[in-house]
């Protein structure tokens, strides 16, 4: 086993779960409720001074159906470590780690943006692509590729209604039937329509 994940594991017991390595990868599941604990004893206890990325994930279909992934680099030993936090759809929350790594900021205020992922006590918690105000959280596995409907801002130079703008057919999509269609990406509906037609099935299960 991992060293770092040995003292993981003897200092916070159940609440950390060994992830399978890969390709010399090596990872944990922390319970959320005790991720500012463990990042602060990763950096202070454990050598990890850097905090290199931090996304949500959805897992649409799955409970939690939220995950934030932290990826945390020790640069005297050059070891990089991943950790995985569940989050429920029901209270999409967790508590940030800027005051562990201060480059958690923008990375946090990403994934409030894009996913709709809260993290409790971080100073700055807004926005940080797309306007105040706009109402949809654009990674999220239900959201049309072609987009939603949605009123800019009135500072935008062209104020008014943004509208969806279908896809299919151009550089990034494959069309409908194309050979090798499922390993490409992006995946998702391309229209509401689309969507809803697909996510209204009992059976539905999303095609990775």
């Not at 509208?163 to 299919?168: A, I, K, L, N, R």
Request: hydrophobic share 40%; glycine share 10%; with cysteine.
């Amino acid at each position: 086993m991992n060293t770092t994940i040995e003292k993981l594991k003897a200092q916070f017991g159940a609440e950390i779960g060994e992830l399978p390595e890969f390709r010399g990868e090596c990872g944990v599941t922390v319970a959320r409720a005790r991720i500012l604990e463990v990042c602060r004893f990763l950096k202070a206890g454990c050598g990890f001074d850097m905090l290199t990325d931090l996304s949500g994930v959805d897992n649409l279909g799955e409970e939690p159906r939220y995950a934030v992934h932290y990826i945390v680099y020790a640069l005297a030993r050059h070891e990089r470590l991943r950790l995985t936090v569940g989050v429920p759809e029901g209270d999409a929350a967790v508590a940030s780690v800027v005051s562990v790594w201060g480059t958690a900021d923008w990375h946090e205020r990403e994934a409030f943006d894009m996913f709709g992922l809260t993290f409790r006590g971080h100073p700055n918690l807004k926005r940080i692509l797309m306007w105040d105000g706009y109402p949809h959280f654009p990674l999220r596995k239900d959201f049309p590729l072609a987009g939603l409907p949605a009123e800019l801002p009135a500072t935008a130079r062209n104020a008014g209604t943004a509208q969806p703008v279908p896809m299919e057919g151009g550089p990034f999509v494959a069309g409908i039937g194309t050979a090798g269609a499922v390993r490409r990406e992006p995946r998702a509906s391309d229209t509401v329509a689309e969507r809803d037609a697909k996510t209204a099935h009992p059976g539905h299960q999303e095609e990775i």
